[in-house]
């Protein structure tokens, strides 16, 4: 099992930057693909990035060119930069780890994190 804590939410003004850090405890997240998701106020989570343990990166449309995702596998580690910030990227920012062979997969998750942007 791993065991995520986020951290790095708060306030910023549109346009702004933040950058949003995950530690991992419990197993090395190596093993893991790691993602970045959110939830705005009545809405349904979506995945926002993901990076592979090959190293692959991938995000949703509305945040490429915006938004890098990072590990360090060495310190256990997951980082969401977020530049260019938009009010419409407002959301509750969590952190998951998902354990996937074929046929299977197990998903862990943090607590979240608020990231509010305002206009």
């Known amino acids: 099992q791993v065991q995520l804590v986020e951290s790095g939410g708060g306030l910023v003004q549109a346009g702004g930057s933040v950058r949003l850090s995950c530690a991992a405890s419990?197993?090395?997240?190596?093993?893991?693909?790691m993602g970045w998701y959110r939830q705005a106020p009545g809405k349904q989570r979506e995945l926002v990035a993901t990076a592979t343990t090959g190293g692959s990166t991938d995000y949703t449309d509305s945040v490429k060119g915006r938004f890098t995702i990072s590990r360090d596998n060495a310190k256990n580690a997951v980082y969401l930069q977020m530049n260019s910030l938009k009010p419409e990227d407002t959301a509750v920012y969590y952190c998951n780890a998902a354990y996937i062979v074929p046929g299977y997969r197990k998903d862990y998750w943090g607590q979240g994190t608020q990231v509010t942007v305002s206009s």
């Open positions: 419990g197993n090395m997240i190596s093993i893991y693909t």
